[in-house]
């Protein structure tokens, strides 16, 4: 069993990865669709590039003195790969893991060798096939551990890090009931590299934001929760189907490197923006382009979309009717024919 974690706190005493095995950390709140509509729940540590097209083979340690808790294997059925999730205890409620781990190390391939998943699942998200399998576990390890290798995986230019604080929850929504039921992980999300050794945390938080531009922002490792109540800002579910997979969702939040800019991300339900990134920086006034956090209940709200616009109107407090109109611009009269219908 963990044992409680310190008043002040978990302290994170290594890197994940060598600081020349990553080029710069994505903040929390980054925008994939349509597997991941949202804003992500994890940092991703993009990878140095090894000229053959596909990200370079490097070490993955742990962060902390812990147990590694959980293995995941992720069975990439049309793609014809696998790779590896880790989760690490810290301490009594607080967790670490790692996603998309390419290969693991002799002793935790050991440890599933002679273990029974806990769990079996096969789904489908952003058009691929997984199965993935579960295995409990409770091996110790020490900061700095080798744990497995990131990288060389086709498509995967980075190794996924997050956490998990569940001393309380971290993060509100508008409906707080649905994420308890549904989503509870997103509850209690937080960044890793809060909790990193003050001079760590330094070297990263220099390389925290995309390839050409630093997040300065505080706070500078990014948020994953924007809604706001009685607004259209945050996370929108579509309408009669269940909360998982994300892809038919809508998130309309800020984008993760410059929150000035306002993001919409689409996913399957909107016909024709599908699995598109929209950000814009947004009008102090009007209908047009306005910040999502200033869109109430009544009017229509027109978003450029470069080859249409993206009709919004806030029915009430917990419905959103959202419509994509093709060659049609924001200057034009404004109404819906065949909208879509999100929930909170």
């Known amino acids: 069993m963990l044992q ?10 290594s890197l994940p990865l060598q600081l020349s095995d990553f080029r710069y950390v994505m903040p929390l709140g980054n925008l994939n669709p349509t597997g991941h509509v949202f804003p992500s729940d994890h940092h991703y540590f993009y990878l140095p590039l090894d000229g053959q097209g596909k990200a370079a083979v490097v ?28 989760t690490v205890g810290v301490c009594r409620g607080f967790e670490f893991w790692y996603g998309h781990v390419s290969g693991l190390s002799a002793f935790l391939r050991d440890a599933i060798a002679k273990a029974k998943p806990s769990r079996t699942e096969t789904y489908t998200s952003g058009g691929h096939t997984f199965r993935v399998s579960d295995y409990p576990m409770f091996l110790a390890v020490a900061a700095g551990t080798p744990l497995g290798m990131a990288g060389g995986n086709p498509g995967q ?17 508008a409906n707080q009931d649905r994420y308890r039921n549904d989503l ?9 590299l809060d909790f990193l050794r003050s001079d760590l945390k330094g070297l990263v938080d220099a390389n925290v934001g ?11 490792h990014g948020q994953i929760s924007y809604d706001v109540p009685g607004t259209a ?16 969702n809508l998130a309309l939040v800020k984008d993760p490197i410059d929150p000035q800019k306002y993001a919409i991300s689409v996913g399957t339900a909107l016909s024709g923006l599908a699995g598109r990134v929209i950000v814009f920086t947004p009008a102090e006034s009007g209908n047009v382009a306005q910040a999502f956090d200033e869109v109430v209940p009544g009017s229509i709200y027109c978003y450029p979309t470069g080859a249409g616009r993206l009709l919004l109107r806030l029915q009430n407090e ?22 879509v219908t999100f929930v909170r």
């Open 157 to 173: 230019w980075a190794l996924d890090v997050g956490a998990s604080d569940r001393r309380g929850e971290q993060n509100r929504f």
């Open 233 to 248: 800002m945050g996370n929108w579910f579509l309408k009669g189907q269940p909360s998982l997979p994300e892809d038919h």
């Open 4 to 13: 409680p974690c310190p008043a002040s706190g978990p302290e994170l005493a």
């Open 184 to 192: 509870e992980w997103l509850i209690y999300a937080v960044s890793p």
């Open 318 to 339: 917990e419905t959103l009717l959202a419509e994509y109109q093709a060659g049609q611009g924001c200057q034009e009269p404004m109404a819906l024919s065949h909208p």
């Open 59 to 86: 070490p993955v340690f742990s962060m902390a003195k812990g147990w590694v808790i959980r293995v995941s294997v992720s069975e990439h059925l049309d793609e014809g790969f696998t790779d590896y999730s880790l």
């Open 210 to 220: 995309g390839p050409d531009t630093r997040r300065t922002a505080e706070p500078v």
